[in-house]
């Protein structure tokens, strides 16, 4: 292969290295950031080089990933490179999906990954959940009035209520979202480059348009939906996934709620609040993005809802 097309028409010549070449054929930008983090931890833990990947005799190959998959498995003092399985799993999958883009470019014979074993991912997640109480309070820690605050109200709800990752909230842009009368929905790009149209209730878009209008714009503008606010920055970036991250743990720390919460506790609550709610089960597959049912029941928390809340938090 002398050289690679990418998605905007231009062309790579085969002087570009191979990992940049397999990162340019990857339609989702939240798949090609993945993969790049991936490919990164993968180099800089093992030291090797992009010419080794090629150089290098499977077997060897074979030997540095399995070394690499222990070692990112088990506790190390010290050690940044602490995984669940789950993730684990997903970085062995990442260098599975490069090396076969190397065989079928026609770099190396075998993909040296298939040899390698993955690890048992649990039938049920780790990550802890969100009560319905406990999401109403991060929501009154965030509502301060201010610009920043109604934008982080809104993202709190786009993750809840329309069951989105943080990523995906950070690359929503205006005109991805649809009037649909007083409702709406917000079209996004999910996991392995998937297209998803999901519905944003009524409250939510009423909020949406509030701070858009507090920042000078309204549902016929263009560019991201949610801007950094900051300081050290313009009012036209977007606001990073990272930020959404740091946003929340600062809510959930004000709001005085234990355990070790992440954005995608929300994404659980979400899923076990609606099948507590006896929720048709298809209908939240199809909420969440995901194509297995199996991943629903992954989800789900069980009846972990407080007595004081019967129905949907509010907004």
């Not at 490179?81 to 490069?98: D, E, P, Q």
């Not at 786009?158 to 009368?181: F, K, P, T, W």
């Not at 209908?283 to 992954?298: L, Q």
Request: glycine share 6%; with cysteine.
């Amino acid at each position: 292969m002398n050289e690679l097309t990418v998605l905007n028409g231009s062309q790579l010549p085969a002087s570009v290295s191979p990992i940049r070449q397999w990162l340019a054929g990857q339609r989702s930008p939240l798949t090609r950031k993945a993969y790049e983090t991936d490919m990164r931890l993968f180099l800089a833990f093992t030291r090797l080089t992009e010419d080794d990947l090629n150089r290098l005799h499977r077997s060897d190959i074979v030997s540095i990933v399995e070394g690499y998959r222990d070692s990112i498995s088990q506790y190390k003092e010290g050690s940044n490179y602490i995984l669940n399985a789950k993730t684990v799993s997903r970085k062995l999958m990442t260098l599975r999906v490069f090396f076969q883009y190397l065989v079928e470019s026609g770099r190396i014979e075998r993909n040296p990954v298939e040899y390698v074993k993955s690890v048992t991912v649990p039938d049920k997640s780790t990550r802890e959940g969100m009560t319905e109480f406990e999401f109403c309070k991060i929501l009154e820690a965030v509502q301060d009035g201010s610009i920043r605050g109604k934008r982080n109200r809104v993202i709190l709800n786009m993750l809840y209520h329309c069951c989105l990752r943080r990523s995906e909230v950070a690359n929503i842009r205006i005109e991805d979202l649809i009037q649909n009368g007083e409702n709406g929905q917000v079209r996004v790009i999910g996991k392995g480059n998937q297209f998803l149209i999901k519905d944003v209730p009524a409250q939510l878009l009423q909020q949406i348009e509030t701070y858009l209008q507090a920042t000078g714009r309204d549902l016929n503008a263009k560019g991201f939906l949610f801007l950094s606010h900051s300081n050290r920055n313009s009012n036209s970036e977007g606001i990073t996934d990272q930020s959404i991250y740091a946003m929340f743990k600062d809510a959930v720390k004000k709001a005085g709620i234990a355990g070790n919460k992440t954005p995608h506790s929300l994404r659980h609550a979400s899923i076990t609040h609606a099948l507590n709610r006896k929720s048709d089960i298809m209908k939240v597959k199809a909420m969440s993005g995901h194509k297995d049912i199996k991943m629903i029941t992954h989800y789900y928390r069980g009846g972990q809802e407080s007595a004081t809340f019967d129905l949907a938090p509010n907004f």
